[in-house]
Each structure stands twice: as C-alpha cells, then as structure tokens.
C-alpha cells in the first residue's frame, strides 16, 4: 500500500495568496469596468421643465392653445415644440415646430416664457398639452377644454 503524502505547508500558503490576490485583481476589474460604464453627468439629465399654466382661447376657426413653461432646471433650456395631444386617443391633434421662428424658446434657470399652437378642439375634449426641449426633455399639462 502506497503512503499517501500531505501537501507542505509553505506551498499550502503560497496557493492560498496566490489565490487571493488573483481574486482580488479580478474583482478591482469587474468593480473599475461598471464604474467607468456609469454614465456621468449628462447635460439632458439636468435639464427640466414644467408646464405651469395653459391658456385656451377660441378664434374663428378653432383655438389657440397657449402653454406657460417654467425651466425648474440648472441649465438654459431651448423650447423646440409644443404638442396638442388627444387624451382619450393618443393621437397627435396640432403640433408647433417652429416656435419663434425655428429658433425655439429659450429660457434660463427660473425664467418663463410661452408658446402656443392652434387646433381644432371641441369644448369637453380632454387634451394633453406637451412641451418638449432640443435635448428631448418633456413636461405636460392635461385638461379639458370649456
């Protein structure tokens, strides 16, 4: 019968921190990789706005809505459209893409500034009035016209 032979306990050592520190570099990675893939501050993220009031008046052929927006944000925000949106449907009633021209409403930190869009609406209809930034950040307003 053969005798059976223990592994020294120097080399016993050496494989457990060899081990460890192999462990241990693999984890550094996988910890640095997800920390570089987080996004950092993005400008959009900062970026918000909100509808603080709309005004709807009626004209000889349809209405004119208009939208009061608020930049609650940290940056200058470009206002580039305004949507009258059917609340029941879904589907897009009116919309303003060149508002002030094409150049779009800009509005620091704090400030507020209007924009407006005319539609045919008939009066009870719920709709949802939404402004939207170059950036792509969005505010609404739902209501029902009187």
């Known amino acids: 019968m053969a005798r059976m032979r223990a592994v020294s306990p120097v080399v016993a050592t050496a494989l457990l921190v060899l081990i460890a520190v192999a462990t241990a ?24 706005i909100k509808i603080d009031a709309v005004n709807i008046t009626q004209l000889a052929s349809g209405y004119n809505v208009s ?3 608020r930049n609650v944000g940290q940056l ?15 589907s897009v009633i009116a919309v303003n893409t060149t508002i002030n021209g094409g ?20 009066k009870g209809q719920a709709i949802i009035v939404k402004a939207v930034t170059k ?6 307003y739902v209501l029902t016209v009187r």
Request: charged share 15%.
């Open 103 to 122: 150049k779009g409403l800009v509005l620091n930190p704090g400030q507020v500034g209007l924009a407006w869009v005319k539609a045919s609406l008939s």
């Open 76 to 90: 200058p925000v470009n206002i580039t459209e305004l949507y009258v949106i059917d609340a029941n449907t879904g």
């Open 135 to 140: 950036d792509g950040v969005e505010a609404q």
């Open 67 to 69: 939208a009061y927006i």
């Open 25 to 48: 570099v693999l984890l550094y990675l996988w910890v640095s990789g997800t920390v570089a893939a987080t996004p950092t501050q993005q400008q959009n993220l900062r970026e918000e």
